[in-house]
């Protein structure tokens, strides 16, 4: 085939384009080979999928292909946020899990996300193994077993674990505290999936809750399903007129969050990992390491310091934040995008229980987010990032890559250098403590770029200077 891209996590395709019937069981397939290789067609796979145009009907595609390989599946029977999907992996102690779901891309995308449950060590080497298979796999070797005979059959099995999946969240969080708060919350799942647990748990906790944007609507209200300060204005206009304590937003499939404080502020997702890291460690007593990706702020550097705890840096892909996680049974992880877990739960992204955790966190802190956030400046300093991405033809990257990673060139910054790392992509670290990376899409001719200054000035011109030097 070789036209379909296996990214970091999974794969996102154009609608009608490359999102067809025939690729998402050619890349079903491909994990099958693994499944069958490894002899782990009795441990089975779960299937979940969100309120996506085609999740439902693609995640039978994909249930049928895994049946037809002898491979046991778990179907999920209700529609999913991918943290449940990742639950219940967990919880059946399967191979590996697949969530339909595009995340926060637009409505014309679907995908499929695919995370490992018993081999969540070998993750590394998955990436390559679904890439080198997919491009190999012609239509005609595809197995697939019809669903209702394969339901009839016994090897899909209609599974839900939403009340497990509750009952460990309210069994993880405070939620005495939250009661006797009496907080009140606005949530917008931005037409996606993380109503029924987000409210379950927020209402059982007594708070006062209200939900906008919750229908479903597969164009997702004509915006982007992503949580961000752009996305989440109506939400934070709603926070401030409403005198809510916090307003939360979730992106389309639940596993990334994004936050309004309660003068209607949006708070960068950096600092929503560094408010809840030191409140773990601060007002819970709770120790451990913090574990971030190389976009990912060093507030959780400093924090970690302060409390005489480590910091370790992985390359982007939420899967080695888990693998390092397992490795140094660190606290907390997460990254830039909104994403994040704590030792405990799954080994995955959930917007749901971080949403949960930041409630609780005003509860027992009885101080709003602003002010949490600025008594960790004054402990620590403070931070300022600047981020962009950048489109551009294929000769254009092919160009910037011989620059940066063969040759290895890098602009003068009219400041010292400490360090330089090629982990993933390019970072720069300087030793004011600032630091800057360029690192590309796997799937996309784009260059992502951010840098993090000791102010905001500082961190425009190193933006500027590393931009004018690649010529973009």
């Not at 307003?247 to 404080?261: F, Q, V």
């Amino acid at each position: 085939m070789g036209m379909l891209k296996f990214g970091t996590g999974g794969w996102r395709a154009f609608i009608g384009e490359d999102f067809t019937k025939e690729n998402v069981m050619i890349m079903t397939q491909a994990l099958a080979n693994i499944v069958v290789a490894d002899g782990k067609q009795k441990e089975g796979v779960v299937i979940g999928f969100d309120r996506r145009f085609l999740s439902d009907k693609a995640s039978k595609w994909c249930a049928e292909v895994l049946a037809g390989n002898g491979i046991k599946v778990y179907y999920m029977k209700r529609i999913s946020p991918t943290p449940l999907t990742m639950f219940a992996v967990k919880m059946l102690n399967t191979y590996f899990g697949v969530e339909i779901t595009a995340s926060h891309n637009p409505a014309d995308y679907n995908g499929m996300k695919i995370f490992a449950g018993q081999q969540v060590a070998a993750g590394r080497r998955f990436t390559k193994e679904m890439q080198e298979d997919t491009d190999k796999i012609s239509p005609a070797e595809i197995k697939s077993f019809d669903f209702d005979e394969a339901i009839g059959d016994g090897i899909i099995e209609h599974f839900d674990c939403i009340n497990e999946y509750i009952d460990k969240i309210l069994e993880m969080i405070d939620v005495k505290s939250i009661r006797e708060g009496h907080l009140k919350i606005l949530l917008d799942p931005m037409f996606g999936v993380s109503r029924t647990a987000l409210q379950t748990v927020l209402v059982t906790a007594r708070c006062d809750l209200d939900i906008i944007n919750d229908r479903h609507d597969t164009l997702f209200g004509g915006k982007l399903p992503a949580p961000t300060s752009k996305t989440l204005k109506r939400l934070s206009e709603l926070v401030v007129d409403g005198e809510y304590d916090i307003g939360i937003g979730t992106d389309g499939d639940a596993d990334r969050l994004g936050i309004i404080d309660e003068k209607g502020g949006f708070i960068h997702p950096n600092n929503i990992l560094t408010i809840l890291y030191y409140y773990l460690l601060k007002y819970k007593g709770w120790k451990g390491a913090a574990v971030k990706n190389i976009c990912t702020t060093s507030m959780l550097n400093r924090v970690a310091e302060y409390f005489g705890e480590d910091c370790h840096e992985v390359p982007v892909g939420f899967k080695n934040v888990s693998i390092k996680m397992k490795e140094c049974d660190a606290l907390i992880g997460g990254e830039s995008s909104g994403g994040l877990t704590i030792r405990g739960h799954i080994d995955g992204k959930d917007g749901i229980f971080a949403g949960s955790i930041l409630v609780e966190l005003i509860a027992v802190a009885k101080k709003p987010l602003t002010e949490l956030l600025q008594e960790i400046y004054d402990l620590v300093g403070k931070l300022y990032p600047w981020e962009d991405d950048f489109k551009f033809s294929k000769e254009k990257k092919d160009e910037l890559q011989d620059l940066l990673f063969v040759q290895k060139k890098l602009p003068d910054f009219g400041k010292a250098i400490k360090e330089i790392s090629y982990l993933d992509g390019v970072k720069v670290f300087f030793e004011d403590g600032g630091w800057l990376v360029c690192r590309f899409s796997g799937t996309e001719n784009l260059l992502r770029m951010s840098d993090e200054m000791n102010s905001p000035e500082d961190a425009k011109e190193a933006f500027d200077i590393m931009k004018k030097f690649l010529g973009i």
